[in-house]
């Protein structure tokens, strides 16, 4: 039986889990696709869809969704890392509208494909409440919603609502407002990447399990003293890339971590709300995320966790107790109702973060090496839009898709250390200040025009 992690979500899976045999000889196929997560099988299914005659192989150290696609938050949203300004800068206006718009319509693609395959992702779209709980973040909420506005999108899109009007929404102690868009639904992550890769498999996918790939170079790939040879060969391994060599300061191992509640009574949600399971974060600056689960938990999760020297990383960073205890800490301070509760899982996992916080789908027709991934936490939706993306570039069709800004970018290299792990831990560092001092003192610091300008805003 397959390894679990952590995760509420892998408890709620179906049992027996489905295992799969490592590889045991060398390949020869079309497509060889590094890790099975979200962005390795949404690549292989439109692939297959667009071309079913394609040999692909899937290769994965762990398990199916092992990585961050089995632990997330469940946030199937549109947000993508870059904003509109930057995207717009490097292509124009109009692109960049566009690449929102995408993101809108990859949610519901997502919904779209889980139901013609019957994956069963729990999935509500009930949109999601950026809450504020000081003058600080009141202003940030009406900001986020005049730029929308701005850049013409409409009341269908992106909301703001008052006190009052938050409150009968999400009882959160201390709200002043809330932004609020509708493109974001709430699921079951482990079950979208659990359904997605029998679905793969059952379109003409092979996938190895605990089959860890130790190099590669263009038309080969190195695992378990096998070898495949492919055409093309897709980098899908997002929070586990740096470990990849040659890949060390392509992106940067940040830890997000979660808890999950036992299931709340009827009584305790009818005094918080959150009816339709709407996602919910606020304005501060180490994040904040949380949903109403199907069974009726709140799992919730943040960042705040340490970044490892030398990017390293490893299962026990999974479970960092004063950042498990703080998330708690912020739970019960945003809905005292559950103080009493009982947390049943704590976990976390590692997402990508690119030096200039910005994804990317690439190809490299020469070498027919591909990629995608650095979503910043913001990969269940994006890793549909990228494996899209990548079968387009693959399958040389001429599509929209390809034309994004992102297709292609090329994200400069992360600090060698110690300057690696000083600059990311000491912007962990300021952010926290920058947040005490805008709860306690209701000022905003210079700090937040600088976390801005590390996120390459
Ligand atoms: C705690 C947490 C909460 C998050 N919450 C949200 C959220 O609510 N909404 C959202 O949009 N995003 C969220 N994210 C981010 C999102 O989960 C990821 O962006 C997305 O899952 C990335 O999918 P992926 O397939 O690219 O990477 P992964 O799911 O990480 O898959 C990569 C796979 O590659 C495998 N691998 C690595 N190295 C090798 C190797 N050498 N050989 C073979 N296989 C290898 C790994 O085992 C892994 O299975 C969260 C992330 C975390 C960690």
């Known amino acids: 039986m397959t390894k679990q992690t952590n995760s509420l979500w892998w408890d709620l899976l179906p049992k027996p889990l489905i295992s799969r045999a490592p590889i045991d000889s060398n390949k020869e196929v079309d497509v060889a696709i590094i890790g099975a997560g979200y962005t390795g099988l949404w690549c292989a299914y439109y692939l297959l869809q667009k071309s079913p005659n394609l040999k692909i192989a899937i290769v994965e150290s762990s398990f199916v969704g092992f990585g961050a696609s ?30 929102q718009k995408l993101m809108f319509e990859t949610v519901d693609e997502v919904k779209k494909v889980a139901d013609t395959e019957s994956i069963d992702i729990e999935w509500q779209k009930g949109g999601s409440y950026s809450i504020a709980r000081n003058q600080i973040q009141l202003k940030r909420a009406m900001s986020e919603y005049q730029h929308f506005k701005d850049w013409g999108f409409g009341e269908s899109d992106f909301q703001f609502f008052n006190q009052a009007e938050t409150k009968s ?65 897709i980098n899908a391994t997002e929070g586990y890339r740096s470990n990849l060599p040659g890949y060390k300061r392509s992106s940067a191992p940040i830890y997000s971590l979660m808890i999950a509640t036992e299931p709340l009574s009827e009584k305790i ?24 689960t199907k069974d009726n938990r709140f799992a919730f999760g943040g960042r705040g966790a340490p970044y490892h020297f030398n990017s390293s990383i490893k299962d026990k960073y999974d479970m960092h107790e004063p950042t498990h205890k703080e998330l708690l800490r912020t739970l019960i301070e945003l809905f005292p109702v559950i103080k009493d509760v009982k947390v049943t899982h704590s976990w976390g996992g590692p997402l990508a973060i690119t030096r200039d916080w910005a994804p990317h789908v690439s190809l490299d027709f020469k070498t027919g090496l591909a990629s995608a991934g650095g979503y910043v936490g913001d990969g269940v939706g994006t890793s549909n839009l990228a494996g899209r993306t990548l079968a387009d570039l693959i399958l040389n069709e001429k599509s929209e898709l390809v034309t994004m800004s992102w297709v292609n970018h090329k994200s400069r290299k992360w600090d060698v250390e110690p300057f690696r792990y000083i600059g990311i831990n000491g912007t962990l560092k300021l952010a926290w200040i920058a947040d005490f001092v805008e709860e306690r003192f209701g000022f905003k610091t210079l700090i937040t025009n600088l976390l801005n300008k590390l996120k390459g805003n």
Request: some cysteine.
């Open 70 to 99: 089995g632990r997330n938050g469940g946030w199937c949203s549109a947000l993508f890392p870059v904003g509109l300004e930057k995207i717009a800068k490097n292509s124009n206006k109009e692109t960049a509208v566009r690449m």
């Open 169 to 233: 929404r999400i009882n959160a102690t201390q709200v002043l407002g809330s932004f609020y868009t509708s493109h974001c639904a709430a699921i079951n992550p482990a079950k979208l990447v659990q359904g997605l890769g029998q679905v793969v498999e059952k379109m003409g996918a092979t996938i190895y399990e605990n089959s860890k790939v130790t190099n590669f170079s263009p038309h080969k790939i190195e695992v378990n003293n096998r070898h495949i040879n492919a055409k093309y060969i």
């Open 269 to 292: 949600w009818s005094d918080i709300g959150i009816k339709n399971r709407e996602t919910f974060a606020d304005y501060r600056n180490v994040l904040i995320y949380g949903q109403r």
